[in-house]
């Protein structure tokens, strides 16, 4: 069975930081374009981060600098190092992986995580 369970999630004051897991199961990682979404009360779902088939990285222009996305293939997980943390970074933090890594739909995920929680006050 194939499964994305995402756990890091948490309240941060403004300036803090938080790691975020992604754990796949049925699939590998590395051979998977990976990807966080983030969907705050009232918005859309927005891309954060995404890992292509290889060092390739790319990131939200809200989050460059401060958030770092990386793959541990012996744990078979996605990780998002979130530093220096905003009040506008609460959100639900989802993972997603699709095959191919060209474009941005989100039906084109194969594979979606049930959320997790992220809440930065100031």
């Known amino acids: 069975e194939v499964q994305l369970v995402e756990s890091g999630g948490g309240s941060v004051q403004a300036g803090g930081s938080l790691r975020l897991s992604c754990t796949a199961s049925?699939?590998?990682?590395?051979?998977?374009?990976m990807v966080w979404f983030r969907q705050a009360p009232g918005k859309e779902r927005e891309e954060v981060a995404r890992?292509?088939?290889?060092?390739?990285?790319s990131y939200a222009d809200s989050v460059k600098g401060r958030f770092t996305i990386s793959k541990d293939g012996a744990k078979n997980t996605l990780y998002l190092q979130m530093n220096s943390l905003k009040p506008e970074d609460s959100a639900i933090y989802y993972c997603?992986?699709?095959?191919?890594?060209?474009?941005?739909?989100?039906?084109?995920?194969?594979?979606w995580g049930q959320g997790t929680q992220v809440t930065v006050s100031s």
């Open positions: 997603a992986a699709r095959k191919g890594c060209s474009g941005s739909r989100l039906k084109d995920f194969t594979y």
């Open positions: 890992s292509y088939i290889g060092p390739i990285r």
């Open positions: 049925g699939f590998t990682v590395s051979t998977y374009c």
